[in-house]
């Protein structure tokens, strides 16, 4: 029986992108291991663990086999009426399959028949020889190495001065230990050994000769001077983080993506303490925090007030004795990139945001809507019906006022240095410009949301104008063929969707999306018909995830949505009503009813109106039906009218009884023309007042 050890394997390379490190070293640690897996080599219970560092990647796998066990083979060859003849003898088709499978005559007793489909059919029955951890870990790496998921391939050329070999980056070591054990493999050119490196000046040891696989973290941390777990080493540099800043009695800014980046930049993490000169806190603390994290990869340090201080936090790759050096340097080093941003600052405020507009006209938007300046008149007129809508003239007004400056900052040389500021410096120049808060908060906030998750315009002024900055971006694109297909969304246009509808749902807005996308597609001068059309098909398939993802049940997503509510942030409250009638004993036979009675008026060959006449009432279950609806759909009626959604689904619950004897009595198509289209046109009364708030027959079961 083969035995079980740990598997080590570690590839050692050079500095690896840091964006993408975390990525590389989950991918291949969980590649190789499926390869491993998919020869019987690894069981599905072996522990699996990923290391990656700045300067390699590697993977620990438990419960590795020397060999894979023996395992029973069955080889479809052909029909049995094929592959022998009358007297039983093998035909030269069979010979030559076999012979295709690395067998022959001989294998002629292992043969069995069994039955596939309509026909008996010949298996070559067998037992494969397990594969040999050598063998089957070559074809794990090479299968791993091939599939990792690289952002940019280098080719680089081998010791030999001739061989080049494509790969992330420069490949310079391979460790492949099962238990102590070397494994005699290959890959990019290496030869698999047990030796590593460790950090470049902090190592007790170079190199570091591993003793087993399951000593790898634990020799490379106390001999090579590297916390080679990503895990490991995010969470150390984040108990650094949080202890230097609790010494000040600060807080260190939250960043998961840049915590990511540097935990990919350094191979042991050593927080210091830095600081800037005060004055330059009179910059807005965004573009401050911005250059120190996009460009010297710094935590800033903020108050409890959540204010930018003049400390920040920097993250050394080395732990010198000394860290004043350290220190000076990287303050010497922030303090031109700060004073750029200072000097950017100054400038910009020399003139205002009103000033900057017209320049706008030569910046081109796009080749086919025309230039920057055209599209924030479209952006103007749109959000002045959105705030005319919301607020009336004043409003309106105000939203105009906004939509005209809210793209002035895209000239200035703050934004012209970090595109990221875009809107947020708007803001600060609308406060300089003496402009209104509430104008000036909607500059900063057109762009919101960013993402999914980020906040919403604070104000009604913001809201106008984020609806109308989206809406035109999604009419003028869909109007010139640039539709999302796919994964492919250049554009963002699902984002823009999204954001759309969250400001009409979370902030209850009282405006019809059908006026909306109307109102968008008129800003432009060409008519887009179909292009309208296919806009709202797209937002409401983006409305339909964004109602699954808040956790309600597809059937009533269903059901609400086939009602098409002209105002989209009646959807909450539709669907808590939905819920809340779906619990009642009534609620799955009134749906069955009402998709019965949907089905017979489509059949009908004549649109039927909720119209009838008492005096053709014959069956007492009609009239009963007429009865409950003259007292139940006015109820109902007044409740829906109220905005009490769930109210006006419960009263339902009384036609039941009435509906259920109609049904059971009551002939629709009857041969009297006028009894059937009077039945008909009580149908339509009852499918009418059924079916305000969602389509109920969706929740037939």
Known sequence: ????KNLLVELFVEELPPKSLKKLGEAFAADLAKGLRSQGLAGEHSAVTAFASPRRLAVHVSGVLARAADRSVSVKLMPVAVGLAADGKPTPALLKKLAAVGADESALPRLARRVDGKAEVLFLEGTAEGVALAQGLQQALDEALASLPI??????QLADGW????????????VALHGADLVPVTALGLEAGRQTRGHRFEAQMDPVVLLDADHYARQLEEQGGVIAGFAARHAELLRQLQLAAAKEGLTPIDDAALLDEVTALVERPNVLLCRFEPEFLAVPQECLILTMKANQKYFPLLDAQGRLTNKFLVVSNIRPEDASRVIGGNERVVRPRLADAKFFFDQDRRKTLASRVDGLSKVVYHAKLGTMGERVERVRKIAAEIGSA???AVLAQQADQAALLAKADLLTDMVGEFPELQGIMGGYYARHDGLAEDIAFAIEDHYKPRFAGDALPRNTTGLAVALADKLETLAGLFGIGQVPTGDKDPFALRRHALGLIRMLIERELPLELAHLVSIAFAAFPAGHGQAQAELSY????RLVGYLREAGYQTQDVEAVVEARPARWA??????????AFKALPEA????????RVGNIL????????PVTDATLFVEPAERALADALEAVAPRSEAAFAAGDYTGSLQVLAALKTPVDAFFDTVMVNADDPRLRANRLGLLARLHAAMNRVADLSRLAA
Do not use: C, I, W
């Not at 061989?163 to 391979?174: D, E, K």
């Not at 489509?602 to 109106?609: G, M």
């Open 163 to 174: 061989t080049s070999v494509n790969f992330v980056r420069p490949a310079h070591g391979l």
């Open 538 to 541: 797209f937002l409401r398939e």
């Open 570 to 579: 009646e959807f909450p409250k539709r669907l808590d009503a939905v819920r």
């Open 588 to 595: 799955q036979p009134l749906a069955a009813a009402n998709k």
């Open 1 to 4: 029986m083969s035995t079980t």
């Open 602 to 609: 489509k059949k009908s060959e004549d649109k039927v109106a």
């Open 151 to 156: 952002p940019k391939v280098m080719q680089y």
């Open 390 to 392: 919301l607020g009336g």
